[in-house]
């Protein structure tokens, strides 16, 4: 059965425009992943937006847990399009559930003031949740390795995706400051 119309288009409008990683991935993919992928990765930025909100300390734990519930037996009577889209691509059946809930206690945590940058052990909680989610992302493509291996690799690549515009940034010259450097040499500019 293929998947709603409008639970596709809210699960694309999630992933992101046109050109984000996750977008592209999808349009890569091959015809038989595709709505998988996007719910895969609209369930990961619904997680992180909550994780990144304003007002995440007092609302995330609330919202967190509703989506625990859904995921927790629900599914088959969601009404919330990006579980219904993972139900009819069967993407469920390739992620044990308890995974799941272990990513979200991970961005529950994150939102109870945890920063990644200054706090090793929080940087870590984030890396294994996203890991979960790039793994889940390959699971149909690379079902003979382990578990927690490609887990682990997952969250490293992550977190190198996530350090290397930093280094890039670092390494990068400094601006040119828009002045062509004639008032020093007492001509006068053009």
Known sequence: MPADANDLWYCREKIGPWGTIASLAVQFAPRNEKDRLTGVFALQNEWEAIAASRNARELAPVRLAWWRE???????????????????????????????????????????????VEDPQACILLCESRGTFLHWTTLNRMEKIPDPPI???????????????LRLQAWSPTQPSGHSGTEDSGESPP
């Open 151 to 165: 887990q682990h690799l997952a969250a490293a690549v992550w977190f190198i995706q996530q350090l290397a515009p």
């Open 70 to 116: 859904e995921l927790q037996g629900k599914r088959e009577h969601s009404t919330h399009p990006v579980i219904r889209l993972l139900t009819m691509s069967h993407a469920f059946d390739s992620m044990p559930i308890a995974r799941l809930h272990q990513a979200l206690g991970s961005f529950l945590e994150l939102t109870q003031g945890r920063n990644p």
